[in-house]
């Protein structure tokens, strides 16, 4: 079962709007919370991330919302640019394992379009 | 700059063949990983690895056999490929703590027909 889920899956917005990404997850052990950045035809690249002892992650127009009650976070991309027209993935690690081994658990991914 | 290379980029392959994906990181990272991307699913692991030596299954690795000869290098093996094998394959490596992430080569795309 998808472990972490992302929503929507895609998402169009005008230059200078704020996208909001939105991310949730089951596994309660969570507690590494990277966010991913991908073009097309590139691997992915890490945008920012938060941990669970944290409920807001800023780091220049990228902003991570974090609920751990909720089990929810949300990545803001304010001042959208077209330059941020990619696919965003929300990723998860914790408990035991994933914390020796660093294994991430993937979301589907959202697709932003920023259109100017 | 960290840098993860995978090869080759694109391969065509028939079914029942052997297919073999490499990678190579120079970040001298212990931990390393395959993954596939299928639209819908985002991206799951197959295989990953502590270090030279080791290989430990992921979360779909059924089909799959990963080989870590070096600390550099790290090999998806796909013994008997299948169509459902088809998608597009990126390896990545990773240090924990520190900047905490995992870095991922450009991608390989595979076709099994």
């Known amino acids: 079962q998808q472990q972490v889920r992302q929503s929507p899956q895609s998402l169009t917005v005008w230059e200078g709007e704020t996208a909001i990404l939105n991310c949730s997850y089951e596994?309660?052990?969570?507690?590494?919370f990277p966010w991913y950045q991908q073009f097309p035809g590139e691997g992915p690249a890490l945008l920012i991330s938060?941990?669970?002892?944290?409920d807001k992650k800023e780091d220049g127009r990228f902003t991570i919302f974090f609920n751990k009650r909720e089990k929810k976070l949300s990545l803001h991309i304010t001042d959208s640019q077209p330059g941020d027209s990619a696919t965003y993935f929300c990723?998860?690690?914790?408990?035991?394992?994933?914390?020796?081994?660093?294994?991430?658990?993937f979301g589907e991914g959202t697709q932003v379009t920023v259109i100017s | 700059e960290a840098a993860v290379t995978q090869s080759p980029r694109n391969k065509v392959a028939v079914t029942g063949g052997k297919v073999t994906l490499s990678c190579n990181q120079t970040?001298?990272?212990?931990?390393m990983y395959w993954y596939r991307q299928d639209t819908g699913h985002g991206l799951r692991l197959i295989h990953y690895?502590?270090?030279?030596?080791?290989?430990e299954k992921g979360d779909i690795p059924d089909g799959y056999k990963a080989s870590r000869p070096s600390q550099e290098n790290f090999s998806l093996i796909l013994e008997l490929a299948t169509p459902s094998q088809t998608s597009v394959y990126f390896c990545?490596?990773?240090?924990?703590?520190?900047?905490?992430?995992?870095?991922f080569g450009p991608g390989t795309r595979l076709l099994v027909l």
């Open positions: 990545a490596s990773g240090e924990l703590g520190g900047r905490d992430t995992q870095y």
């Open positions: 596994d309660s052990t969570f507690n590494y």
């Open positions: 938060i941990r669970s002892v944290s």
């Open positions: 990723a998860a690690r914790g408990g035991w394992a994933g914390g020796l081994s660093g294994k991430l658990t």
């Open positions: 970040n001298n990272h212990n931990n």
């Open positions: 690895s502590y270090g030279a030596g080791s290989t």
